[in-house]
């Protein structure tokens, strides 16, 4: 996690860099810092423990001219978040400042071998180990700053994007990155670097995204030059970016959670746009069309992710397995990269990840891709780790996601699994021709049905400020909408930092039951499908222990309705397009309940959006 981002040109940089910091801010907010060289060649670093406001406040006496600099966002990995352990961190001399987006794994070794030399510690990060090591390298073997920056670099293990700044060349940022995301921009006569392109849509539009252990040079007057860190020479690939400004306002919304809770039906047409054809009584995924019989032979699915993207596999579990026929396995990322998984080269394997970084995403895709199964992923952000190193992919479209809690594009990864799932049935022939086209055509009325929903908008935030009271909630749904109650209560616990558990609903019999009291609010996820009569005897054995029941139930419900406290309708749908309705509500309660006990809602405590650490 962590922010990056850095100006060299003919604009003061200060406030470019603070205008990226703050788009940075969903990476990580402990502390915030920035380094410039004003034109008296000096090198000024000023940190702050905090949001970026921190900082902005703590530098407002100080000197922040100058046309290069770089700037950071913290989310603390190596060292408490305070302001000695924020970035940017000097070298021993000062001569050199750096900011670093990762982890040194390594870095005690290199520590004690520095410390050796003489060199001093100021803070307890990995980052300063990493500059102190870049300048030792440029002393001891007389070299300029790229080649020291390389060699320091093959003495790493671990992840990095990072920029280092030289007070004695204030024509010069040296950046290079591995693992982690680095995008630069290229503008006329001026270079911005950062960790994904929202600092820079607003100068230009023409971007290099750096690759693995690549070390970029970016000099005034000069095209930037791109070296690996054994010093192979590559040329840089400029391309054009997709993305406006708009995209990262708020447009009226008073967070951008609530932005994009309501953009769903516009991003989920976006997300279907050309794939689902009414018309032609077809769906055409270009991933899958390439790859056909790498899917249709596939004896097995392993999906990996993380957090929501995690929930979304989940549910594709169930449409894989109902539609296609083929077993699916959903693995966390992190457990799976550990646990001496068993993968065959016949597997195919579905990473799903919003930001495309997630590093346990990434790493178990890796050890899949050794083991020779295919790996297809489900990606939001272009051109990100992920999609990169996968043999195929499809991306959901849906526009940059802000807010640190997934909503947007949770939906569109279920839509896009829900959507290969009926590819591979319809070739496969495991599913029915009127099934397929009668969920090819509910798909095409899932946005519309979703407005809908907010027409209860203004109720769900009413009853939601009789729950800011609660301690604890529990979660309930079954089948299909079984991974919409863990999201659910994911949902709360991230904003709200309320206590909240999803569970099956028939499980709650064998251990949560006893936790229900007057005092527990129950949400039921109950559409009419499936296992609609056997959530009607759940919410009968929450009734009797005087548990609150929050209902989720298709619009004309009768039975559930009469026996919830609060009841939210879903237009009725397919069964396995259900979590695409129910999930919104929940979303809502989750944001409405947070708003009101008021929480911090787009960068909740200790989250960040991007996990780029394991
Ligand atoms: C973080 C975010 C979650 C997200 C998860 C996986 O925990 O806060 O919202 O679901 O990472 O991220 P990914 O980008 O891989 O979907």
């Known amino acids: 996690m962590c922010g990056i981002v850095g100006y060299i040109g003919n604009r003061e940089a200060y406030p470019v860099l603070m205008k990226g910091l703050h788009r940075l801010e969903y990476r990580g907010y402990d502390s915030a810092g920035v380094a410039l060289i004003n034109t008296n060649g000096q090198l000024n670093v000023y940190k702050a423990k905090g949001k970026v406001a921190e900082l902005e406040a703590f530098v407002t006496d100080k000197d922040v001219s100058g046309s290069i600099g770089i700037a950071h966002t913290r989310w603390a990995t190596h060292g408490e978040p305070n302001q000695v352990n924020a970035h940017p961190h000097y070298s021993e001399s000062e001569q050199l400042a750096i900011i670093h987006n990762g982890i040194i794994e390594n870095y005690a070794v290199l520590k004690e071998g520095l410390m050796k030399h003489g060199y001093n510690f100021r803070s307890t990060t990995d980052t300063e180990v990493l500059i102190q090591l870049i300048e030792y390298t440029k002393h001891t073997s007389q070299v300029d700053l790229p080649t020291a920056v390389q060699l320091a670099l093959n003495q790493v293990v671990g992840a990095y994007a990072i920029a280092v700044l030289d007070r004695q060349n204030p024509n010069m940022i040296v950046a290079a990155r591995k693992g982690s995301p680095l995008v630069v921009g290229v503008g006329e006569g001026e270079f911005f670097l950062a960790s994904d392109a929202t600092p820079i849509v607003e100068y230009t539009n023409k971007v290099i995204y750096v690759g693995d252990e690549e070390v970029v ?15 192979v020479k590559k040329t840089p ?16 919304y008073p967070h951008f959670m609530l932005k ?14 050309g794939r689902v054809n009414v018309d032609a009584n077809n769906i055409a995924l270009s991933g899958f069309i390439d790859n056909r019989e790498r899917f249709l032979n596939a004896k097995r699915i392993i999906i990996t992710a993380c957090g929501t993207s995690w929930h979304a596999g989940l549910i594709a579990m169930y449409a894989i397995e109902e539609f296609a026929r083929i077993p699916v396995e959903v ?8 646990r001496k998984p068993v993968i065959h080269k016949d597997d195919v394997v579905i990473a799903i990840s919003q930001s495309g970084e997630t590093a346990d995403t990434l790493a178990a895709i890796q050890l899949a891709k050794e083991a020779g199964a295919f790996i297809f992923s489900i990606c939001n952000v272009v051109g990100a780790s992920i999609p990169r190193i996968s043999d195929s992919g499809c991306y959901t479209h849906v526009g940059p996601e802000i807010g640190v809690a997934s909503t947007k594009a949770f939906t569109a990864q279920v839509t896009a699994l829900t959507m290969l799932a009926l590819c591979i049935g319809r070739e496969k ?33 009413d009853f939601a400020k009789i729950f800011t009271y609660a301690q604890n909630f529990i979660y309930l749904g079954r089948g299909y909408n ?11 616990k991230e904003i709200s930092y309320i206590h909240a558990e999803g569970y099956p609903a028939a499980e709650m019999k064998h251990g949560p039951i ?21 959530i009607v005897s759940n919410i009968q054995e929450i009734k009797a222990r005087e548990g609150k029941v929050i209902a989720i139930v298709t619009e004309g419900d009768t039975i559930v309705s009469n026996m919830s406290n609060f009841c939210i309708t879903v237009p009725e749908t397919e069964e396995c397009l259900t979590p695409l309705l129910t999930v919104i509500p929940l979303q809502l309660l989750a944001y409405h309940i947070a708003v009101a006990k008021d929480r911090d809602v787009d960068q909740p405590r200790n989250l960040a959006k991007s996990v780029t650490v394991e």
Request: glycine share 6%; hydrophobic share 35%.
């Open 260 to 273: 994009e809770i309501f953009e769903q039906p516009q991003t989920l047409r976006t997300s279907m746009k």
């Open 331 to 338: 693995e966390y990322s992190s457990e799976f990269r550990y």
């Open 514 to 534: 006893a936790l229900i009291s007057q005092e527990m609010p129950v949400v039921v996820i109950a559409p009419n499908c499936g296992t609609y009569e056997k």
């Open 429 to 461: 022939g495991t599913i029915a021709k009127e099934q397929y086209l009668r969920i090819l055509k509910e798909l095409d009325n899932i946005p519309e049905k979703i407005s809908k929903i907010f027409h209860q908008n203004d109720r769900i935030a």
């Open 482 to 492: 079984h991974p919409v109650a863990l999201e659910g209560a994911l949902k709360l």
């Open 237 to 252: 690939e400029i391309q054009k970016l997709e993305l406006t400004l708009n995209q990262l306002e708020k447009g009226g």
């Open 217 to 231: 040079v970016l000099e005034r007057g000069k095209e930037p030059s791109i070296t690996t860190i054994t010093n």
